[in-house]
């Protein structure tokens, strides 16, 4: 019997619809639970073919779990020691080089030292540092953003030069990105599942946290879905993550990545609305069904991104 897991949070709607997705197909040896964990022991594991996570990032004692479980032949789903590495500048940074347009984005020094440093500590860093460069680069206004993290905390939108270095300031051991603004006509939120199935849903970042994906009158240009798609799995290919949203502004017809490590994505029915509820869960559930009929016992199961593998040498 092949055990399917899903590790989850505070989130209800998704977590019991997925479980009971999988197990409705009647899959002959497979079988869906939320995970459950009792004692984490070094190099002992393999109770599940495959984890889906949506709690790690938060708990560090379920990221080791997973690391662990992944060692002894789990497919966690996403691979837990490439989401560790991960940050948003260097995904902007890989994105570029995919050939994905992004808004100009520059990573900043925290404003405070962080813990156990001094101003001795950052002798490498040129003070002050070149900020009319900077600006000449950005912009105004422009956005200020934490280069790891995500939910919307800690984002400023910033008219001036004044008002970058006051609410710089606020942010203290934060390490930040400053991003040019794309004005944008549309807007999306892109489900990208097993690094092969899209969902493109219009999205209001503006509204209300329940009303975002409530969109009327959505731009259908065939050519423009065809090139988000495009974009979207360069991304998530390249990254490696198997359980990923992608948010693009589009300005003057060019859509723009804004977001892309979303390795944790909101699935729950009451902001994604039915209609997309309904693709994750039963998209998702095919995706774990074919990972735990791939999964091989005692091996490494995980899905690498193409940077990692050509890194590696592998193909």
Same mark, same amino acid.
């Given at each position: 019997?092949?055990?399917?897991?899903?590790?989850?949070?505070?989130?209800?709607?998704?977590?019991?619809?997925?479980?009971?997705?999988?197990?409705?197909?009647?899959?002959?040896?497979?079988?869906?639970?939320?995970?459950?964990?009792?004692?984490?022991?070094?190099?002992?594991?393999?109770? =599940?073919?495959?984890?889906?996570?949506?709690?790690?990032?938060?708990?560090?004692?379920?990221?080791?779990?997973?690391?662990?479980?992944?060692?002894?032949?789990?497919?966690?789903?996403?691979?837990?020691?490439?989401?560790?590495?991960?940050?948003?500048?260097?995904?902007?940074?890989?994105?570029?080089?995919?050939?994905?347009?992004?808004?100009?984005?520059?990573?900043?020094?925290?404003?405070?030292?962080? @813990?156990? @440093? @001094?101003?001795?500590?950052?002798?490498?860093?040129?003070?002050?540092?070149?900020?009319?460069?900077?600006?000449?680069?950005?912009?105004?206004?422009?956005?200020?953003?934490?280069?790891?993290?995500?939910?919307?905390?800690?984002?400023?939108?910033?008219?001036?030069?004044?008002?970058?270095?006051?609410?710089?300031?606020?942010?203290?051991?934060?390490?930040?990105?400053?991003?040019?603004?794309?004005?944008?006509?549309?807007?999306?939120?892109?489900?990208?599942?097993?690094?092969?199935?899209?969902?493109?849903?219009?999205?209001?970042?503006?509204?209300?946290?329940?009303?975002? =994906?409530?969109?009327?009158?959505?731009? @259908?240009?065939?050519?423009?879905?065809?090139?988000?798609?495009?974009?979207?799995?360069?991304?998530?290919?390249?990254?490696? =993550?198997?359980?990923?949203?992608?948010?693009?502004?589009?300005?003057?017809?060019?859509? =723009?990545?804004?977001?892309?490590?979303?390795?944790?994505?909101?699935?729950?029915?009451?902001?994604?609305?039915?209609?997309?509820?309904?693709?994750?869960?039963?998209?998702?559930?095919?995706?774990?069904?074919?990972?735990?009929?791939?999964?091989?016992?005692?091996?490494?199961?995980?899905?690498?991104?193409?940077?990692?593998?050509?890194?590696?040498?592998?193909?």
């Amino acid at each position: 019997m092949k055990k399917i897991g899903i590790l989850f949070g505070m989130e209800d709607t998704y977590p019991q619809a997925f479980i009971d997705r999988v197990n409705s197909k009647g899959e002959k040896g497979i079988v869906a639970e939320a995970v459950s964990i009792d004692k984490v022991v070094q190099n002992k594991g393999g109770e =599940y073919a495959v984890i889906i996570d949506r709690i790690s990032q938060d708990v560090p004692f379920y990221r080791a779990f997973l690391k662990n479980a992944a060692l002894t032949g789990t497919n966690v789903i996403n691979n837990p020691f490439w989401w560790s590495a991960d940050d948003k500048f260097f995904n902007n940074c890989l994105a570029d080089t995919l050939g994905v347009p992004l808004p100009n984005t520059v990573i900043l020094p925290s404003a405070e030292h962080p @813990t156990d @440093t @001094t101003s001795k500590s950052f002798r490498n860093l040129k003070y002050p540092m070149d900020w009319e460069g900077i600006f000449d680069y950005i912009g105004f206004p422009a956005y200020m953003k934490p280069y790891a993290g995500g939910g919307w905390k800690n984002v400023y939108r910033l008219e001036n030069k004044e008002e970058f270095f006051q609410k710089h300031q606020e942010t203290g051991q934060l390490v930040m990105l400053l991003q040019e603004e794309i004005v944008f006509q549309d807007y999306y939120r892109v489900y990208c599942l097993g690094c092969k199935d899209v969902r493109i849903m219009p999205y209001e970042p503006r509204n209300p946290h329940h009303l975002r =994906y409530v969109v009327e009158n959505p731009n @259908t240009d065939k050519k423009l879905m065809a090139t988000i798609k495009d974009y979207t799995l360069r991304l998530c290919k390249g990254l490696g =993550y198997d359980f990923n949203t992608v948010e693009f502004a589009v300005r003057d017809g060019i859509p =723009y990545a804004i977001d892309f490590g979303n390795p944790a994505p909101d699935a729950d029915i009451h902001s994604v609305g039915a209609e997309n509820f309904e693709w994750v869960v039963e998209t998702s559930a095919k995706m774990a069904i074919a990972a735990a009929k791939k999964q091989k016992p005692g091996q490494t199961n995980l899905t690498w991104g193409t940077f990692i593998k050509e890194s590696a040498g592998q193909k």
